[in-house]
Structure formats: C-alpha cells, structure tokens
C-alpha cells in the first residue's frame, strides 16, 4: 500500500507508541518477562524484543520516538 506524501503517523499517534515503549521500558527494568509485556500492552513478542534490546543497548533514551519521517527524495 502506498501512502500519500507525508502519509505516517500523526504526532498524537506518534506520542502514543511512544508511552507504549517507554512502559515496556519501566518492566524491563522490574525484570517483567517478554511475552507478559507484549500480551498487557498488546503488541507482539518480536517488537518487545526489538525494544529490550534498544533499551538494554542505550537505556530509556533508546525508545524515544525518532520523531516524523521526511519526505521522499526524488
């Protein structure tokens, strides 16, 4: 599916995920198993994972939104 230029996330829907990987990243550190984490926030196993690992490598700063994508280059 192609989007529209510009097409994405909106900076409230943005924001929202955010909250989500940082959630995640507060039980990471309460040591909260993978799977209990993706069933309470409802995303899959394989983004938690994604998201320990960012966290584990650069810590809470490592889940913070990398802000809206830019438009293609032509």
Do not use: C, H, N
């Not at 599916?1 to 995920?17: C, D, I, V």
């Amino acid at each position: 599916m192609r989007y529209a230029q510009g097409g994405g996330l909106t900076a409230e829907r943005r924001r929202f995920r955010e909250r989500i990987r940082y959630e995640a990243g507060e039980r990471f550190a309460r040591g909260e198993k993978i799977a209990v984490i993706a069933k309470d926030l409802r995303v899959s196993e394989r983004s938690v994972e994604r998201w320990r690992r960012a966290w584990r490598e650069g810590g809470m700063a490592a889940l913070a939104s990398a802000g809206p994508t830019k438009l293609p280059r032509l």
